[in-house]
């Protein structure tokens, strides 16, 4: 069959069991607009998402799925057989809040809140299981669906992620990075979901393009703490080292190229620890993207030498360290070509828009490291008002964050797997991995790297 | 014998009866002002107003230079009365070089003419005969430590090797037999008043260079090294040194750009500064001197820029003879009355006086006869009375003291007076501070 062809609606066989999935889903609608309600009402940030995981956990098992639970922590495999074997499918969602606690919906004690809409993402994977789950729709699949729950997307906390990695019980601080290199995506063949967005125009639906890679920095100011008021002369001031090292990094700004779409930013995470004593040791968080790892490579390189520099500037000595980031999303052709038509065949003509190959998300994702290994897709639903990852970050219509995106991965699964996981076989053929999932964890592995400079 | 106090009104009614032609020559210098290492025209009027008033006179020492010596052909202790020759550069001043810019805007015209007053007091054949050593008046170039291309061009050439006058005075051997010194800077403190005592600030000069790459700043700003950039945070990170700066060192750090670009539409790649680093002490020079080298290289090693940093020694702090203090004190205090005396406080200025206060005993007392600004546009001498006449007699009645009564009072000053260093080893020091290095991050 012809992929250039607006017409997924080539098989009755397909066409019958979609209505049926969508009724389906029409049907659940207030359940997994509920239940996405229910995640947003417990947010909770990566690998630490336990109330959360347990809730998915029941939902699924209700569901009379087999649950693998505690991959990478909090993260999760169900996976749903076709009647005949074929390729496996899996359909992703994101367990995990950030930390916004000003948000309304924030957690009281901890701050987490989900204001990047994480919890419409449990919604809509539960909207597939539930319609995938009716066994006359599940007979009709030549191969596999395999829904993975993934811990920790937002790539933050990062002291506590790598006491997690010094305790073994992570290596990478993101989930799907961790569940890559737990072999929960060996035996899958392709991924999709669908993460909700705010203001990217009027349709329900928008994807394509790609993502930034980035990389994370931690670095430890070291300088000498000395009574900021009695004894100055005898302090080494951290904090100045890591501003001066901000103003540096800033200056720096005028070299990056439009076309790498960098973006350096940081926080302090400790700034000193009491006003009347010379900050003695500085706690910075830095992040470096680009439009690709090698993209990343010299400006992080600058950057690094800023830190070195505010060390020398103040006596101060600076430990660096990097740990390796998400890299750029690949959006697959044929998964991206099927979900457009699913979409269009559903909701009609106009309801998604298609952003260019090249057109750069500013932000990172961890689909991106999994979309370097299989083909994957990550369209975003418009759904939400304010801004993402702010305070005012809301899923307003729920019709168009859990239930639209069920119907659209439903039918797109359907296509794939159904007529003999025909599609689903020529998405594998056609799909060139830049790494194969060995490769990736080998090459992640080489981007930790710790480094100390000075004392100066 | 004859009494020390008819001496002394013997001194200064012959003052008196050239204060005139005294004054006139101090305003004649103010509207002839030139800067250090450049004084011709001021130093060839000194040298024939000594050569006209009978002294011997040695010329063109340290470029422009001059000694004239009184010497009573009699032992005793040898007083340098000295005068410096330079102006600043301070365009806009009212009495500003239109060609130059150069302006004496600190007052050392009336130093010359204190100096010469003292001169013409002492030399009264009445007051002569009874003196025993020698007076060295020493009208000495260079005190202003600026134009350092231009210094450094001289001492290129091999003309000089300090920046200061003073210090190629000191190099040159003409402190070498020099029991005591004295100078009388003008001052803008009560006017009317004399002041003694208090301390100046000691400091070396760097000039520096930061070595980036030129590219299209709008075209190809990725291309370039931005040197500009590399001055700016390293003045940030200069700045962030402050807090570690102790009162009681009085640290001053104070930089300009020189050259901060070459055009606009260009990626800045070579950019010029000039820091002094000043403290009350030599430690304190070198301590805040390591830190601004490191900040300055920060500045490069940020930008991934180079750096020359070139250190000069400048002027070391100086400290005045309490002894010597005491005896100007009374003589000032009968020109002026008790009252109009004045103790000064710690100057965070600096000077070559400082240098000739660590290896033999000196006084600079002010003449308090100023308004305005120091070093600025508006600093003018209002009263020629005390910064010229009443200045120059306190130092010459102070002389009288020392060099009368077989010089007694001068042999005890210079015998009890501690050098913090020999010639040869201020001389070795002051080398010492001198470097030039290029720091490739």
Known sequence: MSLTKNNPMSNAEISDTRALALRTIEGASDALIAAAKTVYATPETGFNEHKTAAYVRDQL??????????????????????????PTVAVIAELDALRVPSHPGADGVTGAAHACGHHAQIGALFGVATALSVPEIRDSLSGNVAFIITPAEEFIEMNDRLTLRTSGEIEFLSGKQEMIRLGTFDDVDMAMMVHTSAGNGDAPFNIGGTSNAHVSHQVRYIGKSAHAGGAPDKGINALQAAMFANAAINAQRETFKESDVVRVHGIISNGGTAVNAVPGEVLYEGRVRAKSVEAIEPIAEKVIRCYRAGALAMGASVEVQVIAGYHALKQDSILQKLFVNN??????????TVVGDKQTHGGSTDMGDLSAIMPAIHPYANSASGVGHGHDYLIEDYDRAVVAPAKVMTATV??????????????????????????????????????????? | M??????????????????????????DILVHPESGYREVRTSKLVADWFKTNGLEVQTGIAKTGVI??????????????????????????????????????????????????????????????ELVGKVSFMAVPAEEYIELEYRETLLANGEIEFFGGKQEFIKLGFFDDVDIAMLTHTGGETPGTLGIGGSNNGMIGKTIQYIGKAAHAGGSPHLGVNALNAAHLALAAIHAQRETFRDADTVRVHPIITKGGAAVNSVPADVRMETYVRASNVPAILNASDKIDRALRAGALATGASVRIQTNPGYLPAKY?????????NNASTLVGDDNVITLNHSTGCTDVGDVSQIIATIQPTANATSGNGHGIDYLVDDYDIAVLKAGKAMGLTVIDLLTGDGATGNKIAGAFKASMTISEYLERMRSFRSDVTYEE
């Open chain 1, 414 to 456: 359907l296509e794939l797997l159904g007529n003999g996981a025909q599609l689903a076989r020529e998405t594998v053929d056609r799909h060139k991995p830049i790494w194969s999932a060995d490769q990736y964890v080998s090459m992640q592995r080489e981007r930790f790297t710790t480094e100390s400079y000075g004392p100066y």
């Open chain 2, 2 to 27: 004859v009494d020390r106090a008819d001496l002394k009104s013997s001194f200064s009614s012959a003052v008196n009866s050239r204060a005139d032609e005294l004054e006139r020559i101090a305003r």
């Open chain 2, 321 to 329: 003879d309490e002894a010597l203090t005491e005896i100007y004190r």
């Open chain 1, 343 to 352: 979409t269009e065949l559903i909701l009609g003509r106009g309801s998604i």
């Open chain 2, 68 to 129: 004239a010596t009184l010497d009573t052909g009699k032992p005793g202790p040898h007083v340098a009365v000295m005068g410096e020759l330079d102006s600043l550069i301070v365009p806009g001043h009212a009495h500003a070089d239109p060609e130059t810019s150069a302006a004496h805007a600190c007052g050392h015209h009336a130093q010359i003419g204190s100096m010469l007053t003292v001169a013409s007091g002492l030399l009264e054949a009445s007051v002569k005969k």
């Open chain 1, 61 to 86: 098992q209700a569901l009379g799925l087999e649950v693998e639970t505690g991959i990478a922590r909090t993260g999760m495999k169900a996976v749903l057989q076709g009647s005949k074997p074929g």
